[in-house]
Protein backbone atom coordinates (compact mmCIF):
# COMPACT_ATOMS: atom_id res chain seq x y z
CA UNK A 1 0.00 0.00 0.00
CA UNK A 2 1.46 3.28 -1.03
CA UNK A 3 1.40 6.22 1.30
CA UNK A 4 2.68 10.13 0.94
CA UNK A 5 2.65 11.83 4.64
CA UNK A 6 3.01 15.06 4.23
CA UNK A 7 4.50 17.51 7.30
CA UNK A 8 6.01 20.87 7.95
CA UNK A 9 3.00 23.36 7.48
CA UNK A 10 1.67 26.31 9.54
CA UNK A 11 1.53 29.41 10.01
CA UNK A 12 4.07 32.02 9.34
CA UNK A 13 4.75 35.55 8.71
CA UNK A 14 4.96 37.75 4.62
CA UNK A 15 8.59 36.87 4.52
CA UNK A 16 9.46 34.02 6.28
CA UNK A 17 10.16 30.57 5.29
CA UNK A 18 9.04 27.40 5.77
CA UNK A 19 9.91 23.34 4.51
CA UNK A 20 7.52 21.10 3.62
CA UNK A 21 8.43 17.11 3.68
CA UNK A 22 6.74 14.31 2.55
CA UNK A 23 7.70 10.75 2.97
CA UNK A 24 6.87 7.71 0.79
CA UNK A 25 6.30 3.83 1.44
CA UNK A 26 4.90 1.25 -0.45
CA UNK A 27 7.02 2.04 -3.77
CA UNK A 28 10.24 2.03 -5.28
CA UNK A 29 11.11 6.04 -4.66
CA UNK A 30 13.71 6.28 -6.07
CA UNK A 31 12.00 4.97 -9.69
CA UNK A 32 9.20 8.24 -9.11
CA UNK A 33 8.80 11.52 -10.10
CA UNK A 34 7.94 13.60 -7.22
CA UNK A 35 5.21 16.64 -7.53
CA UNK A 36 3.90 19.66 -4.93
CA UNK A 37 0.87 21.24 -5.32
CA UNK A 38 -1.30 23.27 -3.38
CA UNK A 39 -5.02 24.67 -3.32
CA UNK A 40 -6.33 27.78 -2.00
CA UNK A 41 -10.30 27.70 -0.86
CA UNK A 42 -12.34 28.33 -3.74
CA UNK A 43 -9.52 27.63 -6.06
CA UNK A 44 -9.13 24.71 -8.01
CA UNK A 45 -5.86 22.61 -7.56
CA UNK A 46 -2.41 23.78 -9.13
CA UNK A 47 0.81 22.62 -9.84
CA UNK A 48 4.10 24.07 -7.77
CA UNK A 49 6.85 22.27 -8.43
CA UNK A 50 8.35 18.76 -9.93
CA UNK A 51 11.89 16.79 -9.60
CA UNK A 52 12.32 13.89 -11.82
CA UNK A 53 12.71 10.21 -10.36
CA UNK A 54 16.55 11.10 -11.63
CA UNK A 55 16.95 13.91 -9.29
CA UNK A 56 18.46 16.25 -12.15
CA UNK A 57 15.43 17.57 -13.57
CA UNK A 58 12.87 20.26 -11.68
CA UNK A 59 10.61 22.37 -13.04
CA UNK A 60 8.74 25.29 -11.17
CA UNK A 61 5.30 27.75 -11.31
CA UNK A 62 6.15 30.50 -12.32
CA UNK A 63 4.28 31.94 -9.16
CA UNK A 64 6.92 30.23 -7.12
CA UNK A 65 10.33 30.21 -9.55
CA UNK A 66 13.40 31.54 -7.13
CA UNK A 67 11.34 31.21 -3.91
CA UNK A 68 11.07 27.74 -3.60
CA UNK A 69 13.49 24.68 -3.96
CA UNK A 70 12.13 20.97 -4.76
CA UNK A 71 14.46 18.17 -3.52
CA UNK A 72 14.32 14.31 -3.44
CA UNK A 73 16.61 12.59 -0.76
CA UNK A 74 16.13 8.74 -2.37
CA UNK A 75 18.19 7.41 1.05
CA UNK A 76 15.18 8.67 3.16
CA UNK A 77 12.29 8.27 0.44
CA UNK A 78 11.78 11.71 1.04
CA UNK A 79 11.02 14.69 -1.03
CA UNK A 80 11.03 18.51 0.27
CA UNK A 81 10.19 21.93 -0.57
CA UNK A 82 11.83 24.72 0.53
CA UNK A 83 9.53 27.68 0.84
CA UNK A 84 11.33 31.58 0.93
CA UNK A 85 10.39 34.79 0.51
CA UNK A 86 6.22 33.43 1.36
CA UNK A 87 3.64 35.79 0.51
CA UNK A 88 -0.13 35.68 1.44
CA UNK A 89 -1.14 34.33 -1.71
CA UNK A 90 0.84 31.14 -0.98
CA UNK A 91 -1.57 30.21 1.24
CA UNK A 92 -2.85 27.02 0.47
CA UNK A 93 -3.03 23.43 1.70
CA UNK A 94 0.04 21.53 -0.30
CA UNK A 95 0.16 18.29 -1.63
CA UNK A 96 2.51 15.74 -2.49
CA UNK A 97 2.21 13.39 -5.53
CA UNK A 98 4.24 10.50 -6.66
CA UNK A 99 3.77 8.90 -10.54
CA UNK A 100 6.44 7.18 -12.40
CA UNK A 101 6.46 10.44 -14.89
CA UNK A 102 6.70 13.83 -13.53
CA UNK A 103 4.58 16.49 -15.13
CA UNK A 104 2.42 19.90 -14.32
CA UNK A 105 -1.24 18.25 -14.41
CA UNK A 106 -2.99 16.65 -11.49
CA UNK A 107 -3.19 12.93 -12.77
CA UNK A 108 -0.39 11.34 -10.68
CA UNK A 109 -1.42 8.21 -9.57
CA UNK A 110 -0.56 8.76 -6.14
CA UNK A 111 -1.61 11.77 -3.47
CA UNK A 112 -0.79 12.31 -0.09
CA UNK A 113 -3.32 13.98 2.41
CA UNK A 114 -1.99 17.96 2.30
CA UNK A 115 -0.38 20.20 4.81
CA UNK A 116 -1.84 23.66 5.96
CA UNK A 117 0.31 26.41 4.88
CA UNK A 118 -1.06 30.20 6.17
CA UNK A 119 1.27 33.06 5.79
CA UNK A 120 0.20 35.80 7.32
CA UNK A 121 0.51 39.96 5.75
Known amino acids: QVQLVESGGGLVQAGGSLRLSCVASGLTFSSYAMGWFRQAPGKEREFVAVVAWGDRFTYYADSVKGRFTISKNNAKNTVYLQMNSLKPEDTAVYYC??????????????WGQGTQVTVSS
Open 97 to 110: AADTTGRTTTNYKY
